[in-house]
């Protein structure tokens, strides 16, 4: 377990954190990090196009039961109320300050979120590139982040 939540500070650059009681591993939402959730084919078509257009692998959580992805990103969305509005149509949400994001754990028993694909160092997309791939995954006009 310690070794995991070595692995998402150091490599990472995640704030990790342990719940003991429950093992649980989660990160907050803070000024420096954001998080943009999506539905399960949404999530997949904007991590693809991201790829497609960066050549690297975002961090991306997903729920197995629900296939709904949590794309990690550098918060730097200014007009979240407008970002909100925008993503209302595609059931998509910009996590606010102070939410509390699971990661995977070893634990069993805990919430099942997995990683789409396994994060190898500390890369996190600009908030503004998720949205762009939004927008043109989803056929919407581009926000204002």
């Given at each position: ?7 998402y ?17 989660a990160?907050?939402?803070s ?28 961090p ?7 296939g ?76 204002r982040?």
């Open positions: 377990m310690l070794s995991r939540i070595h692995y500070r150091d490599v990472c650059g995640l704030p990790a954190v342990l719940h003991a009681a429950t093992g649980r591993i990160i907050r939402i000024p420096q990090l954001g998080a943009i959730s999506l539905p399960g084919v949404l999530g997949g078509q904007v991590a693809a196009r991201l790829d497609y257009w960066h050549g690297v692998l975002v991306v959580v997903m729920h197995p039961a629900t709904r992805r949590i794309f990690l990103v550098r918060n730097d969305i200014d007009d979240r109320a407008g970002v909100q509005e925008w993503l209302h149509p595609v059931n998509g949400d910009v996590l606010d300050t102070d939410v509390e994001v699971a990661l995977p754990s070893p634990v069993l028993g805990v919430e099942r979120w997995t990683w789409v694909d396994w994060p190898q160092d500390a890369y996190l997309p600009s908030g503004a590139d998720v949205l762009a791939a939004i927008g043109d995954c989803a056929g919407l006009a581009v926000a982040a």
